[in-house]
């Protein structure tokens, strides 16, 4: 059984990957913007939003998800 912490690790996990991932492309110049482009910004907020749920999780700890 997956208990909440477990999932909030996997999702930070995932975000915190996404993050970098949006700081990766905007360094090597992908896009047609110079600097952060709206789905950037859309896919930051995405991503900070995921990993704030996913740290809420963690905190809750490991009663069944």
């Known amino acids: 059984m997956v208990t909440k912490r477990q999932l909030?690790?996997?999702?930070s996990i995932i975000a915190a990957l996404a993050l970098l991932w949006i700081g990766?492309?905007?360094r090597i110049g992908m896009g047609e913007w110079g600097g952060?482009?709206?789905l950037q910004r859309?896919?930051?907020f995405g991503a900070a939003a995921?990993?704030?749920v996913g740290l809420i999780l963690i905190r809750i700890g490991?009663?069944?998800a």
């Open 8 to 11: 909030g690790i996997f999702l």
């Open 42 to 44: 859309i896919g930051l």
């Open 36 to 38: 952060f482009g709206p």
């Open 50 to 52: 995921v990993l704030a």
């Open 24 to 26: 990766v492309i905007d």
């Open 62 to 64: 490991n009663r069944p």
